[in-house]
C-alpha cells in the first residue's frame, strides 16, 4: 500500500526529485555523526559553508481512517558556525483518496553561546504556510487527535495556516550521551487563535565512542541508537498532556563514510487520541563546503 502512495506522491514533484538528484552530484564528505532524531532538535548546527539534504518520510495506517505516506525535503546549510538556516516541502498521499503537496517551512536556529556548556541553548524561529492535510508530524502542538485523519483531503487543503514556531532547545553531552530537551510555542498568524504548546525529548549514543583501526562500512561507531519521545502541551487556555496525542519510540541512526545517512523509527501511540504506530524513515546527504565548490563552479566558468 505504502509503496503505491509513495508512487503517486512523487510523480506530482518530478521537478524537486531531479533536482535533488542534480545536487546529489556534486562531491561529499562525511563531515559529522548524523543523530538519529526525527522530531527533537539539538545544539548541534550544520557545519558553516556545508549543504545537508533530507528526505523525512513516515508512514502509518491509524485505525478508523486510511493509511497515509508522507515525505518532507529537507535542505539545510550552515550559514555561519552560530546560525543554521533550513527549508522544507512536504506533502503526502492518502490511501482511497489523492496526493497533495501540504505546504512549506522555513526555520532559522541560533546558538547564542558558541562554547560547550553543560547545558546549551539554541533559539529556534520558523515560519510555516502549511494545510490541514500535512501528516508529516514533525511536531505535535495544541490539543490534536487522530480524528482529523479521518477528513479527506478535499476538505482538510482548503484550510490553510500560517504561523510562527519557536522553540527553546536544551542539549548536554555527556560521556558520549546526548540528552536533548525541546519546547516548543506556536501562534497562528491568520487566525485570532491562542498560542499553542509541545514538547519533545531524545536522547542518543553512538554504539562505540572510538574509530576502529581499520577502515569499514559497518563498524559500530557508524551507528547510533537512542529513542524520542514527543507531543502536545495543549493551549494557553487549556494546558496539559491528556488531550493531545503522544508518543515514544526508539531510533537508530547509520552514518556511512561517503555521507549518506539512514534513519529508522517506530513510534508508539501513548494514548487513545494517537495513531498506534507511526512508521519513520529517513535518507540525509551531506555535501561538505558546498558553498566553496558552487564559488569554485562559477569561477571557473568565468
Given at each position: ?77 550552515g550559514a555561519t ?67 482529523t485523519l479521518a ?47 509541545g514538547y519533545s ?102
Amino acid at each position: 500500500m505504502f509503496a503505491r502512495l509513495s508512487g503517486r506522491l512523487a510523480r506530482s514533484v518530478p521537478g524537486l526529485v531531479s533536482a535533488l538528484i542534480l545536487l546529489a552530484g556534486i562531491r561529499s564528505a562525511h563531515a559529522q555523526m548524523e543523530q538519529p532524531y526525527f522530531v527533537t532538535y539539538s545544539s548541534t548546527l550544520e557545519e558553516p559553508g556545508n549543504l545537508e539534504i533530507e528526505n523525512q518520510n513516515i508512514a502509518a495506517g491509524p485505525k478508523n481512517a486510511n493509511g497515509f505516506f508522507a515525505p518532507t525535503i529537507e535542505l539545510e546549510y550552515g550559514a555561519t558556525a552560530w546560525w543554521t538556516t533550513e527549508a522544507y516541502i512536504q506533502g503526502q498521499a492518502t490511501d482511497h483518496d489523492s496526493a497533495v503537496l501540504t505546504g512549506f517551512r522555513f526555520e532559522n536556529r541560533f546558538r547564542p553561546i558558541p562554547r560547550e556548556l553543560w547545558i546549551n541553548p539554541v533559539l529556534y524561529v520558523e515560519y510555516e504556510n502549511v494545510n490541514s492535510a500535512d501528516k508529516s508530524f514533525l511536531e505535535i502542538t495544541g490539543n490534536t487527535t487522530r480524528d482529523t485523519l479521518a477528513v479527506p483531503n478535499s476538505a482538510l487543503r482548503q484550510e490553510l495556516e500560517r504561523s510562527v514556531e519557536t522553540k527553546l532547545i536544551l542539549s548536554s553531552n555527556v560521556k558520549g550521551w546526548n540528552i536533548s530537551e525541546n519546547f516548543i510555542a506556536e501562534k497562528a498568524v491568520n487566525e485570532a487563535e491562542a498560542w499553542e504548546f509541545g514538547y519533545s525529548v531524545g536522547t542518543t549514543r553512538p554504539l562505540a565512542l572510538k574509530a576502529a583501526a581499520r577502515h569499514c562500512l559497518f563498524c559500530r561507531q557508524n551507528f547510533a541508537a537512542g529513542a524520542e519521545l514527543f507531543g502536545g502541551l495543549g493551549t494557553r487556555y487549556n494546558f496539559g498532556v491528556g488531550q493531545t496525542q503522544q508518543y515514544l519510540g526508539p531510533t537508530v541512526a547509520f552514518n556511512t563514510p561517503s555521507g549518506l545517512t539512514y534513519k529508522f523509527s517506530p513510534e508508539f501511540g501513548l494514548n487513545d487520541n494517537s495513531v498506534g504506530v507511526l512508521w519513520r524513515f529517513g535518507v540525509t546527504y551531506e555535501i561538505s563546503q558546498f558553498r566553496d565548490q558552487v564559488r569554485g563552479l562559477f569561477g571557473r566558468r568565468q
